[in-house]
């Protein structure tokens, strides 16, 4: 299991885990109801533009700022700090 920011264009992975707070926990809805109020934008935006558990991804572009990403059909930007809290597995090239 790896960082989402780690893959280079053209590789691609499963998501596994979403992290928040630093990486100290995973999202699990005990965590979510404990602090709904705190970390929530992170969570919120990732499963808002479709980056859940068990999706597949594929690297388009990663420029260093910026992840350019292949979900199901469609294309998705996220930065930097959205894809270290993304955990993928199975990475493939």
């Given at each position: ?19 928040h707070c630093g990486g100290c926990h995973k999202h699990d809805d005990r965590h979510e109801q404990k602090n709904k109020h ?56």
């Amino acid at each position: 299991m790896m960082s989402l920011e780690l893959l280079i264009p053209g590789e691609r992975g499963e998501i596994t885990e979403i992290r928040h707070c630093g990486g100290c926990h995973k999202h699990d809805d005990r965590h979510e109801q404990k602090n709904k109020h705190k970390h929530k934008s992170t969570i919120t935006h990732a499963e808002e533009i479709g980056l859940r558990v068990g999706k597949r991804v594929e690297v388009l572009k990663n420029d260093g700022n910026l992840l350019l990403l292949l979900v199901d059909e469609a294309r998705i930007a996220i930065d930097r700090k959205i894809a270290r809290s993304i955990m993928v597995k199975g990475v493939t090239a």
